[in-house]
T-cell receptor
Framework: GAVVSQHPSRVICKSGTSVKIECRSL??????MFWYRQFPKQSLMLMAT?????????EQGVEKDKFLINHASLTLSTLTVTSAHPEDSSFYIC???????????????FGQGTRLTVV | SQKIEQNSEALNIQEGKTATLTCNYT??????LQWYRQDPGRGPVFLLL?????KEKRKERLKVTFDTTLKQSLFHITASQPADSATYLC???????????FGGGTRVLVKP
């Protein structure tokens, strides 16, 4: 099956610092990756769509200068939370669409998530 | 605005019984509706997908129905087991490979 790996799984950082989260598709190529944020007892909220070789598309209300996304290859997308504040503490999850998957295979493959705590 | 609603109250059910979860949506015309399972501290795992022109889909002990007139999907877990305890999320997409919009999820607790 398709595997998406996120790193790190947990990170604690000081307020004002930046944190980078990696999302890798291990056994397939992903033209599109999605970044979600999930607060406790809430559902996943899409932050941005990351396309390989082009600029990410951000959802309304998500600051592109704060959440930097780089999709440099078909197997790696990174999310950098810049100048993190305690309110950025959340569970960040990525998902990937497999290159070439047709209408019969539209499921999303999710990473295991990254728990960010800003102190 | 688009809304996807799932019962936010936890569903407590006895082992062996059938759990039925509801997903209702408004102001949306999805081409695909998907169900995911999420365990605490983990990312969602895909379970089933149903298309707008399909009424029902089954996979082992799982069954999904999709009523585009009622704008509702039902998700059934038959012969439930304690290992089925998790949060179940419904998600809608307008096209293949498109971004997903998730409901709030329903927590299921299966008691032995």
């Amino acid at each position: 099956g398709a595997v998406v790996s996120q790193h790190p799984s947990r990170v604690i950082c000081k307020s004002g610092t930046s944190v980078k989260i990696e999302c890798r598709s291990l056994d397939f190529q992903a033209t599109t990756m999605f970044w979600y944020r999930q607060f406790p007892k809430q559902s996943l909220m899409l932050m941005a769509t990351s396309n390989e070789g082009s600029k990410a598309t951000y959802e309304q209300g998500v600051e592109k200068d704060k959440f930097l996304i780089n999709h440099a290859s078909l197997t790696l997308s990174t999310l950098t939370v810049t100048s993190a504040h305690p309110e950025d503490s959340s569970f960040y999850i990525c998902s990937a669409d497999r290159l070439g998957q047709g209408p019969e295979n539209t499921e999303a493959f999710f990473g295991q998530g990254t728990r960010l705590t800003v102190v | 605005s688009q809304k996807i609603e799932q019962n936010s109250e936890a569903l407590n059910i006895q082992e062996g019984k059938t759990a039925t979860l509801t997903c209702n949506y408004t102001n949306y015309s999805p081409a695909y509706l998907q169900w995911y399972r999420q365990d605490p501290g983990r990312g969602p795992v895909f379970l089933l997908l149903i298309r707008e022109n399909e009424k029902e889909k089954r996979k082992e002990r799982l069954k999904v129905t999709f009523d585009t007139t009622l704008k509702q999907s039902l998700f059934h877990i038959t012969a439930s087991q304690p290992a089925d305890s998790a949060t179940y999320l419904c998600a809608l997409a307008k096209a293949a490979g498109n971004k997903l919009t998730f409901g709030g999820g329903t927590r299921v607790l299966v008691k032995p």
